[in-house]
Structure formats: structure tokens, C-alpha cells
């Protein structure tokens, strides 16, 4: 009986071994729509009703900067910030700039009267990586018959949590209040993970 049991242990032994063990799974740490008026942890920026989208943090000429400190803990290897960037109705070649960790990470520039924006992933250090896609264009939040549109786009921000301050940051050069035109944030999720 005693080799049994110990020909069985080494058999289970066997088996263990190699095998890693997941100490800490995802986690959901924020997420925030902005309904409601609620801002989370969100400093800066105006919560606004804009038609078409509900309420959303906009930045415009009036508050043209804004901020989210993120903690993901220490049980993380990385931190995933998902969130829709919009630009919205009248840019005169202006710009909206995301940054993760003070690195510039996402620019957009965009003129009504010249179509598209252009919007571009910044390459920067290899602990960060930046996922793009435009979801939607719309006819103009607030000129009806005008030929301004708005444009949203889904972003996705891995970044190495790594002891650093991880603050995801939004601003830009708009200069006119959030009824003419402004650059918004949305749809916010962040979550703690230990794989990329």
C-alpha cells in the first residue's frame, strides 16, 4: 500500500509541476460613462450633454485639459485603459493630444472645412502599446445643416505598471467654449492584468 500511495504522489508531482499558478486575475479598477454628472476620479474638463452621445467629459476653450490617475495595485503587471476619444463639430486645425504617464501617446489634428482628421499612435517606449479604431462619424452635434461632423474612436492604452505614476491625460488647443466645438472622453474602463 505505501508504494502505491508514493508511486501516486510522485504521479501527481509529475503532473504539478511547471504548471504557473495565476495570483492575481483581471480586475475592473474604473469605469465611468459620465452619467449622471459623475466624474470618478477624473480631474479637469466640463461634464456636458452633447446630442448624440449623452454626457461625456469634453475639454474645450474653457477647461482644455484633463486628468485620471490610475492605480491598477500591485498585484498587476500592466494597466488597460479602453475609452472613446471624440472630436467634435468645428476644429480650425486644432488638436487633441492622450498621454499615459506624461508620454504622448495619441494626436489628433483636424480642420472642418478639409475632411478627415488626422489622427496618429505615437510610437514611444516598449512598455506601452496603443490600439486605434474609428467606430463612428457623425452629422454635427450642434450645427444642424451645417457640414461639420463629429468623429469617435475607440482607444485602447496598455501600459507597463511598473511603479511609475500612471496618469491618463487629455488637452487641447481648442479655443472656443464646448457649444462650438470640443475634444471629448467617454466610455471609460480600466483594468489591472498581468498579461499584455
Given at each position: 500500500m505505501s508504494a502505491g500511495v508514493q508511486n501516486t504522489s510522485e504521479d501527481i508531482e509529475d503532473a504539478l509541476t511547471g504548471i504557473d499558478v495565476t495570483s492575481a486575475f483581471e480586475r475592473l479598477v474604473a469605469s465611468n460613462d459620465f452619467t449622471n454628472g459623475e466624474r470618478g476620479d477624473w480631474i479637469g474638463g466640463v461634464i456636458t450633454e452633447i446630442e448624440g452621445f449623452g454626457e461625456i467629459l469634453a475639454l474645450s476653450g474653457r477647461s482644455d485639459m484633463a486628468s485620471l490617475p490610475i492605480d491598477v495595485g500591485t498585484q498587476h503587471d500592466y494597466a488597460t485603459v479602453e475609452f472613446d476619444m471624440i472630436m467634435g463639430d468645428s476644429?480650425?486645425?486644432?488638436?487633441?493630444?492622450?498621454?499615459?504617464?506624461?508620454?504622448?501617446?495619441?494626436?489628433?489634428?483636424?480642420s472642418w472645412r478639409e475632411g478627415e482628421p488626422d489622427v496618429r499612435v505615437i510610437e514611444g517606449d516598449n512598455d506601452t502599446s496603443v490600439t486605434l479604431t474609428r467606430t463612428s462619424v457623425g452629422s454635427g452635434s450642434f450645427r444642424t445643416g451645417g457640414s461639420s461632423a463629429d468623429y469617435t474612436y475607440r482607444v485602447k492604452v496598455v501600459a507597463a505598471n511598473d511603479g511609475r505614476e500612471l496618469?491618463?491625460?487629455?488637452?487641447?488647443?481648442?479655443n472656443s467654449p464646448t457649444h462650438d466645438e470640443f475634444f471629448g472622453i467617454d466610455n471609460v474602463e480600466v483594468r489591472g492584468t498581468n498579461t499584455p
Open positions: 476644429w480650425d486645425n486644432e488638436t487633441g493630444t492622450i498621454s499615459i504617464a506624461g508620454q504622448d501617446v495619441v494626436v489628433g489634428t483636424h496618469t491618463l491625460g487629455a488637452s487641447t488647443t481648442l
